[in-house]
């Protein structure tokens, strides 16, 4: 599982010009979903997501003080396959992104745990496997990539930030 994790001032989602879905403050991430993955990974990454320290103290004194939680922010999570990606040469390949209809109910499944370890009502979805235009107000900007596993299983596995650049060429 490989989140893109931005804090934000606001972020909104439309599909065909529709808007699906908006928030203020809080967090806009996109969540692409290996087949490896597990719900302990879902469940890990549902907690780091409510729990990570991108925001300032409330008084503004102490950088990186206070998770999206503790600031009452919203979270914006939006499906994106393609962060499984592998590049084969110059072509993306995304044989290691979870299969449609597996995917659909992990995400719901992943959406529920982030709003269990937070607060429902503030906790907003994009358009699953529509095109959609994401439009976000970056906040610093500040932008994280987080990965679970942190360590992959196998070598099949999704590379982890740490092993390889987004983006970057893994052989097969």
């Keep these: 599982m490989r989140c893109i994790v931005q804090r934000v001032l606001s972020a909104s989602v ?98 529920a745990l982030v709003g269990g370890k937070y607060d429902r009502s503030k906790v907003k979805t994009g358009a699953f496997g529509e095109m959609m235009k994401v439009d976000i107000a970056n906040d610093g900007p500040v932008t994280c990539v987080l990965d679970y596993p942190q360590t992959p299983p196998n070598p099949n596995a999704l590379p982890s930030a740490s092993q390889a650049p987004l983006g970057g060429e893994v052989e097969e």
């Design 14 to 111: 439309t599909v065909d010009g529709a808007l699906v879905s908006s928030i203020g403050p809080g967090l806009c991430v996109l969540v692409g979903i290996a087949e490896t993955d597990t719900p302990k990974d879902f469940d890990s990454m549902a907690g780091k997501l409510v729990n990570l320290r991108l925001f300032d103290s409330l008084d503004g004194a102490t950088p990186w003080a206070l998770g999206v939680g503790q600031r009452t922010g919203e979270i914006l999570l939006v499906s994106q396959f393609t962060l499984c990606h592998v590049l084969k040469g110059n072509k993306l390949d995304f044989h290691r992104a979870m299969k449609t209809e597996r995917a659909r109910k992990a995400f719901d499944d992943f959406v």
